[in-house]
């Protein structure tokens, strides 16, 4: 394959192969790169077992990992725990600050109101671990720019990202008097065939998306109609509203570009509706396509 601009695989939470899991099988069968995890959901493990899972995916792979992390929706919350998380700010500043220790080589003792630990994670040499935090919403960001590496935001459209998530991380990341974290948009896309429709593929990528209420929350707020009730008509107003970019080559390279002008260091290409409604074969094909478009390469 020709050198592109991709420099990184990321996976987010999945519940058919773990993630950590499928990226060490691959580090094992010969294919390492570094890797982004945008988002695990925090209930799955306690901060700990985060830690030691990242470490483990940098040292097997032997490249940096972004390891991000979301609270998840409240009632996969309930369902896991037995009841959300009161405060899901306070709940996820308390897992970083577990899971950031751990990494940092010392022996931590801290305990707070959801998550704690004493003790320390054996020393091992590893590639670099930072800490991504999901982040749809004001005060989310706000956070992140206090205690992350990285801020992952996913199905937020440009302008959104411009002019809600930026100023949120920069406020966060003064009041803590550290440099603002890096922005990784994950940007759902397909390019559009005459076989297939935008609002397809975007309900193919985003169905559990359409109905979670934060996200609905977000997208409301972010100007994009989604109502909560109808997924074929909010999958079209994702594609109306920019939060799934579609069209043809140059389109989807222009709707990409609005997301790097908002602020965003990288930008990760999810082919998710594609592969489930065309399959692998299709998805890599799309995606050399547009990774050949993006340094004027054809990939083979």
Do not use: C
Request: glycine residues 12%; hydrophobic residues 45%.
């Amino acid at each position: 394959m020709a050198l592109s601009r991709a420099h990184a695989l990321w996976q987010g939470q999945s519940t058919l192969i773990e993630p950590h899991q499928g990226f060490t099988y691959a580090a094992g069968a010969g294919f390492r790169s570094p890797v982004g995890f945008g988002v695990t959901l925090m209930p799955l493990r306690h901060p700990y077992e985060a830690a030691l899972q990242a470490r483990s995916v940098a040292m097997t792979t032997g490249h940096p990992v972004v390891a991000g992390f979301g609270p998840g929706p409240a009632i996969f919350q309930e369902n896991m725990l037995g009841r959300p998380y009161p405060s899901q700010l306070t709940a996820v500043r308390e897992y970083v600050t577990v899971v950031r220790g751990l990494l940092g080589g010392g022996a931590i003792d801290f305990r707070g109101e959801y998550f704690g630990y004493r003790g320390i994670l054996p020393p091992a040499v590893a590639p670099k671990v930072e800490i991504g935090l999901g982040v749809l919403r004001r005060g989310m960001a706000r956070l992140a720019g206090e205690v992350a590496d990285v801020a992952v935001t996913w199905l937020t459209p440009a302008a959104w990202l411009a002019d809600t998530i930026m100023p949120a991380l920069r406020e966060g990341a003064k009041a803590a008097g550290r440099d603002m974290p890096r922005v990784a948009a994950m940007v759902p896309v397909a390019l559009r065939r005459p076989d297939r429709t935008p609002a397809e593929q975007a309900l193919a990528s985003n169905a559990m998306h359409l109905q979670a209420p934060h996200y609905i929350d977000m997208l409301r707020k972010a100007g994009v109609g989604v109502t909560g009730k109808n997924t074929a008509a909010d999958a079209a107003a994702l594609v109306e509203g920019g939060a799934f970019v579609s069209g043809d080559v140059e389109q989807v390279l222009t709707g990409l570009k609005e997301f790097e002008q908002a602020g965003a260091d990288e930008i990760i290409l999810n082919l998710t509706g594609v592969y489930n409604l065309q399959g692998p074969d299709e998805t890599t094909n799309e995606l050399k396509s547009l990774l050949g478009a993006l340094t004027g390469q054809k990939l083979r």
